[in-house]
């Protein structure tokens, strides 16, 4: 059996359990219990932003560490952890309907129009749904070259996403430092791989 056909099924868990985790939790405040705080709507949507960009920049990352690290088969990953990205933003985002808005649709189109970062946070969810929506086979197969040049949208998603966190910190700029940096390293390794040999031929494991 090929390693990754093992190793797989365990990825696809640990991207799975911090969303049971959360689906745990509005269970227990349902019932009368609270395990998530003082605000559990905005614990519930922090959590869902940060599981939603780690997840983002490890899709991002796979191609770099594909080629540094000379490990082909991390390309097989790449799919599932994108659509694990958009399961994530799926759930930021209904958190965000259900719980901060309280489905109330006339409040929504207000949202996006006169909150710069949702504006931008619901642009990276807008772009993410063709990804989605074309990350099947059938569909690559399909599309051709143009499935690749569409899937280039990773990168405009990636930033946005950064600016989206940019402009939602109060306190710390930890966050938006740390994923800005990842993103930066991930597109110039990307630019630089594509101008100059050197680093095409540069890996780090033989
Ligand atoms: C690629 C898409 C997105 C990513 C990666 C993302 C990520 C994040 C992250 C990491 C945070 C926490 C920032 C901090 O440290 O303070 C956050 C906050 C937030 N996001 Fe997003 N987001 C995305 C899209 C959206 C969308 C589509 C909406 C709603 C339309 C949205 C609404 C919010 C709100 C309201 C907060 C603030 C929560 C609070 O402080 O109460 N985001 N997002």
Redesign the pocket.
Known sequence: MKPELAIKPIVFILLLVPALYYFYAVYLALNGENILGPDPA?AL??AT??W??RI?VAALAITPLRYLLNMPQLWNYRRMVGLFGLFY?CL??IV?LMF?LQWQWADIGR??VERP??TI??A??IL?LPLGLTSFKAAQRKMGRNWKKLHRLVYA?NI??VL??LW???SSYF?AVLYGSLVSICLGYRILRKYNPVVRKFVLLK
Do not use: K, P, T
Request: no cysteine.
């Open positions: 905005q949507s922090l932003g940060e939603s960009i983002l933003v930021h985002l965000f901060l949202e996006i970062y949702i946070g619901f990276a969810f993410l998603i946005l996403a989206h966190i939602v910190v109060r966050d």
